[in-house]
C-alpha cells in the first residue's frame, strides 16, 4: 500500500538500464523480487523492441523525445562530427528535439528527472533535472544549480566506476551496490522534498553489473554469480520503499532500454571490412579514423553502424553517389549476412539495415548508411585496428540485444501489440490524461 492518494494525476517512472524481460521474469519466478513481483501482479508487464542500433544513449533519446533518432540525431554512443572523421560523444547539447519533461514544463507541470541517459549538462525544465553518468561533476550535473548542494549533503554518486572490472569484480560489486544505495536515498529525498507531477528515477546500476557480470551469472559462479542475485535483492529492497511511499492513485510504469546476453565473440568490423578490402588506411597501425585512406569505400562506429566514405560528404570520400554508392551498401549488407565466426561457424549477423529503412527526419544525413544487428552473442565493435575478426576476453561478458526489453505499468491492461521504446512516451502522457504531439512516431500502449 502507498501513502494516502491525492487528487492530483501524478506520474511516476522507474527504468532500470538493460534489464531483459527473460530475466526479469526468472528472477520473479525464482523469489528474488518479491516486491516488485506484487507490483507485477497488480498490472503488465510485457516484453518490447529496443532501437537500431541497441545503444543506451540511442534508446533513452528515443524515449525522452518520442521520436526516432531521424529527428533526435543521436545515434550511438559515440558519433561523427559532420564533413569530418573526427568523432565526439554525445550530450544533450547534440539532442535536436524537445524532452518529455521539457514538454510537461511547458504545460506547467513540475518535473523531477535523475540520472536518465543523455540528460547532461542539464537543460531547464520546471522542477529538478540531475545528469547523468556523462556528468564530469556534482557541481555540473543538476538543474538548477544550486540542487548540487544538496547532492552534496547526501554524498550522491552519479554512476559506479566500471573500470573495477578491470581489476577486481567483487569491488565492482561493492561499488555497484553503495551507488544503488545512494541513488534510492536521493530518489526518496526528492519525491518528499519536492510536489512533483512527474518524477522518473533511473538505476544505471544494472548495466554496469550486466556488462562485467553476466558470464558469472550465467555459470552461477560461487561468489561473483551470487552477488549478481544479491544486487537484484538490493534492488527489490528499494522497490520494497517505494511501494509505501508512492501515492496510491499516481500512474506507474518500469521500463528498460534493451536486452541483455552473454558475448560468445566480440566482432571487429573494421578488421572485417579491410579483409575484404573496402577500408585502408595511410598509417600502418592507423592512430584513428583520421587516418583513413582516400581509397577506402567504408567504415564502422560502435555498434555494427556502417559509413560509406562518400564523395562529398566524407572530406576523402571516394563512393560516388547514386549508383556507385548503392552497389557497395548491397554488397556489403550481403557480406555480412554470410559472415560466420571462424571457430563455430555461426553466423554473425542477421540482419542489415538501410538507413532510410528505420530512420526519417531531418536529421537522417547523419545517420550511418548500413547498421548490422548482430547474432546474439556477437558483439559488433568499432575499434579501429585489431588483428582478427573475434576476440573473447574475461572482463567485458554481456552484450546489449535489440529485443528482450520490458516495460510495465501499474493498474492497466497493455494492448496486444508489437511494441519498442519509442511507445513509452506516448504511454506516459496518454496516463497522464494529457494529448500525444503529433510529431511523435509511437503510439500509447494503454487506451485513453
Not at 522507474?14 to 531483459?20: A, K, N
Not at 569484480?169 to 519525491?191: I, P
Request: charged share 20%.
Amino acid at each position: 500500500m502507498g501513502v494516502l492518494a491525492s487528487k492530483r494525476k501524478r506520474m511516476f517512472v522507474l527504468s532500470i538500464d538493460g534489464v531483459p524481460y527473460t530475466l526479469l521474469t526468472r528472477l520473479l519466478q525464482r523469489g528474488d523480487m518479491p516486491n516488485l513481483a506484487a507490483w507485477v501482479a497488480e498490472g503488465s508487464l510485457v516484453r518490447y523492441n529496443s532501437t537500431l542500433p541497441w545503444v543506451s544513449s540511442v534508446a533513452w533519446s528515443t524515449y525522452m523525445t518520442g521520436v526516432n533518432a531521424g529527428k533526435h540525431g543521436i545515434y550511438g554512443f559515440v558519433d561523427r562530427q559532420p564533413g569530418s572523421y573526427k568523432t565526439f560523444i554525445p550530450t544533450s547539447r547534440h539532442m535536436r528535439s524537445e524532452t518529455l519533461w521539457e514538454y510537461l514544463s511547458r504545460l506547467g507541470k513540475h518535473v523531477v528527472v535523475m540520472n536518465v541517459p543523455v540528460t547532461y549538462p542539464p537543460r531547464p525544465v520546471n522542477g529538478v533535472l540531475i545528469g547523468c553518468f556523462l556528468s564530469p561533476s556534482i557541481d555540473k550535473c543538476a538543474y538548477p544549480p544550486e540542487v548540487s548542494q544538496t547532492l552534496k549533503a547526501l554524498d550522491y554518486r552519479i554512476d559506479a566506476d566500471p573500470y573495477l572490472a578491470r581489476s577486481d569484480k567483487l569491488k565492482l560489486c561493492e561499488d555497484v551496490a553503495l551507488t544503488l544505495a545512494r541513488r534510492a536515498e536521493a530518489m526518496f529525498y526528492f519525491m518528499l522534498h519536492e510536489d512533483w507531477d512527474f518524477f522518473h528515477c533511473h538505476i544505471m546500476e544494472t548495466d554496469r553489473l550486466h556488462h562485467f557480470l553476466w558470464r558469472e551469472m550465467e555459470q552461477n559462479a560461487p561468489t561473483l554469480g551470487q552477488r549478481f542475485y544479491a544486487f537484484y535483492r538490493q534492488l527489490d529492497g528499494v522497490v520494497g520503499q517505494l511501494r509505501t511511499r508512492l501515492p496510491d492513485d499516481a500512474e506507474l510504469m518500469i521500463l528498460s532500454d534493451h536486452g541483455f546476453c552473454g558475448i560468445q565473440q566480440e566482432v571487429y568490423v573494421n578488421h572485417w571490412l579491410a579483409q575484404q578490402g573496402w577500408l585502408q588506411f595511410e598509417a600502418d597501425p592507423p592512430r584513428s579514423l583520421e587516418d583513413i585512406s582516400s581509397r577506402a569505400g567504408a567504415y564502422s562506429l560502435d555498434p555494427g553502424r556502417i559509413y560509406i566514405n562518400l564523395r562529398g560528404r566524407e572530406p576523402r570520400g571516394c563512393v560516388a553517389p547514386g549508383a556507385e554508392y548503392e552497389r557497395l551498401r548491397a554488397e556489403i549488407a550481403q557480406a555480412a549476412l554470410e559472415l560466420t565466426d571462424p571457430t563455430s561457424g555461426e553466423r554473425l549477423f542477421q540482419a542489415a539495415h538501410k538507413r532510410e529503412d528505420i530512420y526519417h527526419g531531418p536529421c537522417l544525413e547523419s545517420a550511418p548508411d548500413l547498421v548490422l544487428q548482430p547474432v546474439d552473442g556477437y558483439d559488433p565493435k568499432g575499434a579501429i585496428f585489431k588483428e582478427t575478426l573475434t576476440f573473447r576476453g574475461p572482463t567485458l561478458v554481456g552484450m546489449h540485444t535489440f529485443d528482450d526489453a520490458l516495460l510495465y505499468v501499474r493498474g492497466r491492461r497493455i494492448q496486444t501489440g508489437s511494441w519498442s521504446i519509442l511507445d513509452a512516451t506516448p504511454t506516459i502522457l496518454t496516463l497522464m490524461g494529457l494529448s500525444v504531439p503529433p510529431y511523435m512516431d509511437g503510439r500509447s500502449m494503454v487506451a485513453g
